[in-house]
């Protein structure tokens, strides 16, 4: 029986563990693939606090999981498929199932992330790993001298769309409005990259090829004109989806499957606490993953030693 368990080991998961283990609490973390969540698919960060010039998503992670470490708490690859409580002695204790061992404790942090939203358009599934990617740093060096899109307009596509520029010839940045969601200084920098280049209120209708993405068809939504880009790679950032399914039924969720919580990151369920990007929130930044998981382990202390 653990104390508590963290669902997740991104910036959210691992803080959490950090103050946990501070707090000298038995605590595991289970996570499905590697320490790191979703900033791994990002090459670097660039307004994470005490990093001037940025720091890689590589060593903030490998930092990160050294800190856990030596607070004591460990980290176990399990992925968890459904979470439920019975009461014992008065408090409600969590039965964890994953694919191997089942698992047990007095509360649960749910830090599970999100994942790329897909488009869903014509030839998005039919063209994925052929063209259609969701993880410029993942796939960027396939299209070294070639032609790429990148579709939408928040602080991944941008950041991203710069990225490609060490790779692709040219990178189109499709965007269904005039303005961009990214923060400014992102925009400001992909402006000074006579690579990209900036295709505003647009839409893709359709993306095309034989065996592999060739061409994307786009719209222009003001004035209807469609036309043919010709590409040979599509990455696609639109937003992200919580990776919460499993928890459906359990947990208050808001119609986006966000995980709804207090500001003591409290989940409808007693006992149980949500961080990260896998919760409700305005901002979803490294930096506020970890505050809110800093928050999440300080209530659940608070919650056991009241219990
Ligand atoms: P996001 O901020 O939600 O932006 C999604 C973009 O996709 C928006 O520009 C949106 O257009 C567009 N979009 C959504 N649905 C669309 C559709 N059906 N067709 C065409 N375009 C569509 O998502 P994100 O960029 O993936 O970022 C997710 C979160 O992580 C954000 O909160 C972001 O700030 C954060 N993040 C931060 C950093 C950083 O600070 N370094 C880096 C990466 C991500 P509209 O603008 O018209 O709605």
Partial sequence: MYDLIIVGAGPA?????????RYRLNTLILEKMAAGGQIVLSPSIENFPGFPGGISTEELTARFHKQVEDSGVKIEIAEVSAVSSHIEGGSPVFDIKTEGRPYQARGVVVAVGARAKPLGIAGETKFIGRGISYCATCDAPLFRNKDVAVIGGGDRAIEEAIFLTGYARTVYLVH??????????L????KSIAKINFLLDSAVEEIQ????????LVKNIKTNAAKQVSCQGVFIFVGITPNTDFL?????????????????????TQGVFACGDCRQKALYQV??????????AHSFHKYLVRT
């Fill in 176 to 185: 269904r409005r005039q303005e961009l969601r990214a923060s400014q200084i």
């Fill in 209 to 216: 090829g034989q065996d592999k993405v060739e061409r994307i």
């Fill in 248 to 268: 459906k039924g359990f947990l208050e969720m808001d119609e986006g499957g966000f995980i709804v919580t207090d500001q003591q990151m409290k989940a409808s």
């Fill in 287 to 296: 930096i506020t993953a970890c505050a809110d998981g800093a928050v999440a």
């Fill in 13 to 21: 998961g691992l803080a959490a563990a950090l103050y946990a283990g």
């Fill in 187 to 190: 925009v400001e920098k992909a």
